[in-house]
């Protein structure tokens, strides 16, 4: 057995705000199903990951008695906007009810630690299993079959899903990498900022005016600039087009994209970057999660965004240099392919 025996009540979800939902969802109405617990926030990048194997429980499991619950705990003040988060839900394709725990009551409740977690409630009402973090998909997927057998013992449940990307196939590595910087990384002033000539690991620095706001740091006179020493194969960032979450621009911010002083090839564009002109930029047009960079030869780099309007805020950057096995062949970005 890979779940636990049936000693502790999964606490009642509290009566906050859902998405997906035409009313709200209690456990005890939900007696008789497992319910997969999802903890989760729509600007971490780690949870971002978890969504393909969610997403295809989901499909298979739903009929079988399971239901898949997303629960929302935001970790930057914007993220407790409903629109910002029905309008991350819709664009990442999820369709199963989601609870808005912005007060952190059900994450207390169940002395929840990470983005993300699973939970396993089973049809009785006990907790049964719990992970932490990503990987471990055919452990969850093993766990969630038992609970929905416990429940029918002669259900029909497909194999185990197989790997649904490179990283997370066997004989995959993860290499270290620069962690999770958020504002109270800056390197150098936040007002009328200059980059230094030696840039310290695990610190961003700024260019130009910057003022801080409830958890980021907004340019209120342009140009400005943010600069990046990482190491890493690729890199996030949570950025908005301004500093009051609750007003979006009539239009996006625009920044250009440069790593190692040299403008992307379509190789490393991450999923929000794009050429013009020969140019890389990014346009931020909400306030959200932006993949940068990725592909990239797994070492040191400097990053940098240009911006030439005011109102950019700038959240967090983030990291992956997690590599499929055999290694990839990649092409490092400072050295230019064979002809």
Known sequence: MSVDRPLVRAPELPSLSWLNAPQAMTLADLRGRVVLLHMWDYTCINCLRTLPYVRAWW??????????????????????????????????????????????????????????????????????????????????????????????????????????????????????????????????SNA??????????????????????????????????????????????????????????????????EVDGRDLGPDHFGDDAFSEDGRTWMRIDAPRLYSLARGLDPSEHVLRLSLDEPGFTFYAFSFGACLAAPTPSFVPLQEAPPC
């Open 192 to 257: 009328l900022g200059a980059i230094p000539e030696i840039l310290e690991q695990g610190r961003f620095y700024l260019e130009g005016t910057w003022e801080p706001i409830a958890d980021g740091l907004t340019l209120v006179e342009s140009p400005g600039a943010i600069v990046l020493p990482f190491r890493a194969a690729s890199a996030f960032a949570v950025l908005a087009p301004g500093s009051d979450p609750s007003v979006l621009p009539a239009k996006p911010v625009r920044a250009r994209l």
């Open 59 to 188: 499909d298979r499991y739903e009929n079988a008695g399971l239901t898949i619950l997303g629960v929302h705990t935001p970790e930057f003040s914007f993220a407790h906007h409903q629109k910002h988060v029905a309008a991350a839900a819709g664009r990442l394709g999820i369709g199963w009810p989601i609870l808005l725990d912005n007060d952190q009551r059900l994450w207390t409740a169940l002395a929840n630690r990470y983005w993300p977690t699973f939970y396993l409630v089973d049809g009785k009402g006990y907790l049964r299993y719990s992970k932490a973090g990503e990987g471990d998909y055919g452990a969850t997927e093993q766990a969630l079959q038992e609970l929905l057998r416990e429940i029918d013992p002669v259900v029909s449940l497909p194999a185990h899903l197989d790997p649904l990307t490179p990283e997370d196939s066997p004989g995959a590595v993860c290499l270290p990498h620069t962690p999770e910087l958020q504002s109270n990384s800056l390197g150098n």
